[in-house]
């Protein structure tokens, strides 16, 4: 029983970051691609932009709610603990997501009328800001949670600080990105031009966040500074900011060469390495820095318990969410619909 009570949440700690990893894959470009509404003013090529992932946006809040679950079932004190730190920006959250859904439903319906416009503002905005709370909320957990008695002790406005700002646009950047390099994979012509110019210049942006939030997080707090620069996480460590480089040199030249799945495959290596680093940094915290994964998670039966439903479901969602994307593949043109 000691054996499972040490392994099982470090189990389910793999089990959600590959839920979040999945979600910022799939949701990532579909907010990116509201975002980048703002950029590309033509009604034609907005429908075109949407069509790329109509067949399948609904699908990647999945992953989220997995995430939800798992913190909820398995994590019950960092659920307990994080909810109240980060109520408001979760709330805003889920009310942009909701409100950006419904927007992306009505622009349809209301197609050549003055009320298409207001809901392509609204599905621009709402993607805008989900973004922006997602990656604020990171950098708040990052930052660091205040905890008396395994009780969240501090304001509901702690997560606003310099440190999660940053955050938040860099996530908003980032996203951008692999909506204009998953454009760049699924559109062509004008578009897919427009696609290419704007993917290195946001590659530009989230590369210099991510040299500022990579700087920044060692000093957020003293366990992260030793975990970085002892040994032998330092032999983990040292390679990170080498791949980003590479990853960015190939994501050029991709660009430059017409190269389509290339760029989207180099957006989410930086994503990869963002979230790697972040894990390292974090690990074996659930609510840094002061809870750990053993200290906030359920007993090993409950975590069992739910280790089965879960080993049944998650192969039936990664095979569904697999052959949707599958059949749904190829390029987008502006002959092809949503209704």
């Given at each position: 029983?000691?054996?499972?009570?040490?392994?099982?949440?470090?189990?389910?700690?793999?089990?959600?970051?590959?839920a979040i990893s999945i979600y910022v894959v799939l949701d990532?470009?579909?907010?990116?691609?509201?975002?980048?509404?703002?950029?590309?003013?033509?009604?034609?090529?907005?429908?075109?932009?949407?069509?790329?992932?109509?067949?399948?946006?609904?699908?990647?809040?999945?992953?989220?709610?997995?995430?939800?679950?798992?913190?909820?079932?398995?994590?019950?004190?960092?659920?307990?603990?994080?909810?109240?730190?980060?109520?408001?920006?979760?709330?805003?959250?889920?009310?942009?997501?909701?409100?950006?859904?419904?927007?992306?439903?009505?622009?349809?319906?209301?197609?050549?009328?003055?009320?298409?416009?207001?809901?392509?503002?609204?599905?621009?905005?709402?993607?805008?800001?989900?973004?922006?709370?997602?990656?604020?909320?990171?950098?708040?957990?990052?930052?660091?949670?205040?905890?008396?008695?395994?009780?969240?002790?501090?304001?509901?406005?702690?997560?606003?600080?310099?440190?999660?700002?940053?955050?938040?646009?860099?996530?908003?950047?980032?996203?951008?990105?692999?909506?204009?390099?998953?454009?760049?994979?699924?559109?062509?012509?004008?578009?897919?031009?427009?696609?290419?110019?704007?993917?290195?210049?946001?590659?530009?942006?989230?590369?210099?966040?991510?040299?500022?939030?990579?700087?920044?997080?060692?000093?957020?707090?003293?366990?992260?500074?030793?975990?970085?620069?002892?040994?032998?996480?330092?032999?983990?460590?040292?390679?990170?900011?080498?791949?980003?480089?590479?990853?960015?040199?190939?994501?050029?030249?991709?660009?430059?060469?017409?190269?389509?799945?290339?760029?989207?495959?180099?957006?989410?290596?930086?994503?990869?390495l963002c979230l790697s680093g972040f894990g390292i940094s974090?690990?074996?915290?659930?609510?840094?820095?002061?809870?750990?994964?053993?200290?906030?998670?359920?007993?090993?039966?409950?975590?069992?318990?739910?280790?089965?439903?879960?080993?049944?479901?998650?192969?039936?969602?990664?095979?569904?969410?697999?052959?949707?994307?599958?059949?749904?593949?190829?390029?987008?043109?502006?002959t092809d619909g949503y209704h």
């Amino acid at each position: 029983m000691t054996d499972l009570a040490y392994w099982l949440p470090v189990v389910w700690a793999v089990i959600l970051i590959a839920a979040i990893s999945i979600y910022v894959v799939l949701d990532g470009f579909d907010l990116g691609i509201g975002m980048l509404f703002a950029l590309e003013r033509d009604a034609t090529k907005r429908d075109v932009m949407v069509h790329t992932i109509a067949p399948v946006w609904d699908g990647n809040e999945t992953w989220m709610v997995l995430g939800g679950a798992v913190l909820y079932g398995v994590f019950p004190g960092a659920y307990a603990t994080l909810l109240p730190a980060f109520y408001l920006p979760i709330v805003l959250m889920l009310l942009a997501l909701i409100f950006r859904g419904v927007a992306f439903e009505f622009r349809v319906m209301t197609r050549g009328t003055v009320r298409e416009k207001r809901w392509t503002a609204g599905f621009m905005v709402g993607s805008a800001v989900a973004a922006f709370c997602q990656g604020a909320i990171l950098g708040g957990v990052v930052q660091g949670v205040k905890v008396v008695d395994g009780v969240f002790a501090g304001s509901a406005f702690d997560w606003l600080n310099p440190f999660s700002l940053v955050c938040g646009l860099a996530v908003m950047c980032g996203y951008a990105l692999l909506g204009a390099t998953w454009l760049v994979w699924r559109t062509t012509g004008p578009l897919e031009a427009s696609c290419r110019k704007w993917a290195w210049q946001l590659a530009i942006g989230l590369f210099c966040f991510i040299v500022i939030v990579s700087v920044w997080t060692p000093f957020l707090q003293a366990p992260y500074l030793r975990r970085w620069l002892s040994w032998p996480n330092f032999v983990f460590v040292a390679p990170v900011p080498v791949l980003v480089l590479v990853l960015g040199w190939f994501m050029r030249k991709g660009l430059q060469q017409g190269h389509t799945k290339g760029p989207f495959l180099c957006a989410l290596g930086w994503f990869m390495l963002c979230l790697s680093g972040f894990g390292i940094s974090l690990w074996p915290y659930a609510v840094p820095p002061s809870l750990t994964v053993w200290a906030v998670s359920s007993p090993p039966s409950s975590q069992l318990f739910q280790l089965v439903g879960t080993a049944i479901l998650l192969p039936i969602i990664l095979a569904y969410t697999i052959y949707s994307y599958h059949v749904f593949r190829g390029k987008v043109t502006e002959t092809d619909g949503y209704h």
